[in-house]
């Protein structure tokens, strides 16, 4: 019998990671959060940023200018 020990690939960024592919400060990170300009996710006090929206982002694809947070999960 053989185990996958392969982890899933990661659909979320946390905002530190997003720092570092973007080369943005902390503080205009978390306001672009606050803001709805970049979507996020929160659990609890966590803040998660999706990959997809991200990675379009990043790779020079439109963004709905519409795009607000994702949601928020308690």
């Known amino acids: 019998m053989t185990t996958n020990n392969r982890k899933a690939p990661r659909k979320v960024y ?6 570092a592919l ?3 400060c902390k503080t ?11 979507p996020s996710i ?3 006090r966590r803040i998660l940023v999706p990959k997809l929206p ?6 020079g694809e439109a963004i ?3 795009t607000e ?3 928020e999960i308690k």
Request: proline share 9%.
């Open 54 to 59: 991200v990675d379009k982002q990043l790779n």
């Open 22 to 24: 973007t080369g943005l």
């Open 64 to 66: 709905p200018p519409s």
């Open 28 to 38: 205009a990170v978390y306001q672009g959060i606050e803001r709805g300009e970049i």
């Open 14 to 19: 946390t905002p530190k990671e997003y720092m």
């Open 69 to 71: 947070q994702l949601g």
């Open 42 to 44: 929160r659990i609890g």
